[in-house]
């Protein structure tokens, strides 16, 4: 019996290692800072394979426009891989509308179908984006 028991925890540690080699190991809390002439401010990624591809983009500079008093929109050079998508999002959200539509939400609210992509959260004033008019961003990992 004991050796049933040793077989089936050593299989278990099996399945756990290769499960965890497959997935990769997680990001750890990844940063960026986002600076344009109105300012900088720092936003945190969360962990899914499209800031993971994002990271491996960096540095960019992005021109990025005024869309419904709401969002600066900009396009990225690439495509990003799909995850899963929301509707809502708060003031700070970063996202992204379509693959390559890179998205900074200075206003809380909801878009239609098929929703954003999120990507991660300004930490601090996203207000320095609610200007009229489009602004050059450059987004760079943190040190």
Do not use: C
């Amino acid at each position: 019996m004991k050796a049933n028991g040793q077989s089936a925890g050593k299989v278990a540690f099996v399945t756990l290692a290769v499960t965890l080699g497959a997935v990769g190991p997680a990001m750890a809390q990844e940063r960026i800072v986002i600076s344009s002439g109105w300012g900088k401010v720092t936003a945190e990624l969360v962990d899914n394979a499209a800031t993971r591809f994002l990271i491996q983009m960096l540095p960019l500079t992005l021109e990025m426009r005024d869309h419904l008093r709401q969002e600066k929109t900009g396009n990225l050079p690439s495509p990003l891989p799909a995850v899963e998508r929301q509707r809502d999002f708060l003031t700070g959200t970063l996202g992204l509308w379509s693959a390559n539509h890179f998205v900074i939400y200075y206003r809380d609210g909801r878009v239609p179908e098929p929703g954003i992509v999120e990507l991660g959260r300004v930490i601090g004033d996203a207000g320095i984006f609610d200007r009229p008019g489009g602004v050059t961003v450059r987004i760079e990992r943190t040190p």
